[in-house]
């Protein structure tokens, strides 16, 4: 019964934290965040990472994005695929050099520091997601390109982890043809479904007699879409991402908004928003304070400028330009799975292992006062 102890204080603790947080004038999520690093192993011990823990907040991470994916304005999305193609790239290039420049530094071998660079590529915009909601900016420009870019990103990193696994992973070789070929695959069919198949599918199903159809209906889409994006070698983020903007195309828009945000924000996005700072541990770390300071400087900086100068070449201001440089510097989950996966195959040194999860984590614990800053 340990988990209903473990839900307790998840959701007493980031609902008070978020208020505190709010009333200190930061969004409320950077207090979520903190309380997972407090009830964690790192301070209080209160809360232990295990499974529960991380089925409760893998659902509460693709809620999220579903929910960011039904708000999203299509149009707006359009009109700015190219700042997203180009914040993307910026915001792989200067990370990439600057991981592997650190890794240089540090006497990595050629193949680990090339790996600390796909690290830094990452970007998990799931808590900028958050941010921009609670500041009502989701929809603008910035918002849309920042969600853009995201999705160009996650294949970009992709792609990247493959080739360096093909040449130095300890794992099966990885043909990269056949890894592009199923990212294809994957937009090709979520474009098709989300034409011919969504929006009958909620016909058929939401007028069903049974309680909560529709709801239900949403749900069976947005974990379709998730469990084939991961088929397809694609984080499970960005199927419901894609599922959220299929069902926006329908009627159904509104009601599945009012009904799944409750079920998100009351149980499984707090779960997420903790697990995040489960995985930080001061143990060891003594030896590691010049490494994953530099590490985390680099890291924040690198994907600044690179998504900024991006933005700013295809035609955003300075100030916009900011503010999508800002909101790619959360790492998140994303290089939390590909810190773990390196590990596993011998590319990330496990010595280094905890200062690179410390640095991904101070990455998306500054991702929302500053994001919140530079929209000022």
Same mark, same amino acid.
């Given at each position: ?22 009333r200190l004038g930061q969004p409320a999520v950077l207090g979520k965040l903190i309380v997972g690093i407090l009830?964690?192993?790192? =301070? &209080?011990?209160? *809360?232990?990472?295990?499974? +529960? ?8 991470? $693709? %809620? ?94 992709? =792609? &990247?982890?493959? *080739?360096?696994?093909?040449? +130095? ?8 043809? $056949? %890894? ?114 530099? %590490? ?64 991904v984590i101070i990455t998306t614990l500054v991702t929302p006062p500053l994001l919140k800053v530079a929209f000022?």
């Open positions: 019964m340990e988990f209903i102890l473990y839900l307790l204080l998840i959701l007493l603790f980031t609902k008070l934290a978020g208020e505190l947080s709010v009830l964690g192993p790192a =301070v &209080l011990g209160w *809360v232990q990472d295990g499974e +529960f823990i991380h089925y409760m907040s893998e659902i509460g991470v $693709l %809620l999220l994005m579903f929910i960011a994916g039904l708000e999203t304005d299509l149009d707006q999305l359009r009109k700015n695929w190219k700042s997203a193609f180009a914040v993307a790239v910026g915001g792989i290039i200067l990370p990439f050099a600057g991981g592997y420049a650190i890794g240089e530094w540090f006497g990595f071998a050629y193949h680990n520091a090339l790996f600390l660079g796909v690290i830094l590529s990452a970007t998990s915009v799931s808590i900028s997601v958050q941010v921009l909601k609670e500041m009502n900016r989701l929809n603008t420009p910035e918002g849309s390109t920042i969600l853009g870019a995201a999705v160009v990103d996650d294949i970009l990193v992709v =792609v &990247l982890l493959a *080739v360096l696994m093909s040449f +130095f992973g300890t794992g099966d070789d990885i043909s990269i043809s $056949l %890894l592009i070929g199923k990212k294809l695959l994957f937009f090709a069919v979520a474009v098709l479904a989300g034409w011919l198949v969504v929006p009958r599918a909620m016909r058929w199903l939401a007028p069903l007699r049974v309680t909560e159809a529709t709801i239900t209906a949403a749900l069976v889409i947005l974990f379709g879409y998730a469990y084939f994006a991961e088929m397809m070698g694609m984080a499970g983020i960005i199927g419901a991402f894609a599922a959220g903007i299929a069902i926006a195309q329908t009627s159904f828009k509104h009601v599945v908004e009012s009904k799944v945000e409750p079920i998100a924000y009351s149980l499984f996005v707090p779960v997420f928003f903790v697990s995040i700072g489960l995985s930080v541990s001061f143990e060891g770390l003594g030896s590691q304070i010049g490494f994953m300071v530099v %590490l985390s400087l680099v890291a924040i900086l690198a994907k600044l400028l690179g998504g900024g100068i991006g933005a700013r070449l295809t035609g955003f201001n300075t100030r916009s330009s900011l503010v999508i440089g800002t909101g790619m510097i959360s790492r998140g989950e994303v290089a939390l799975i590909i810190a773990a996966t390196g590990l596993e195959s011998g590319l990330l040194l496990p010595q280094y292992f905890t200062g690179v999860i410390i640095a000022r």
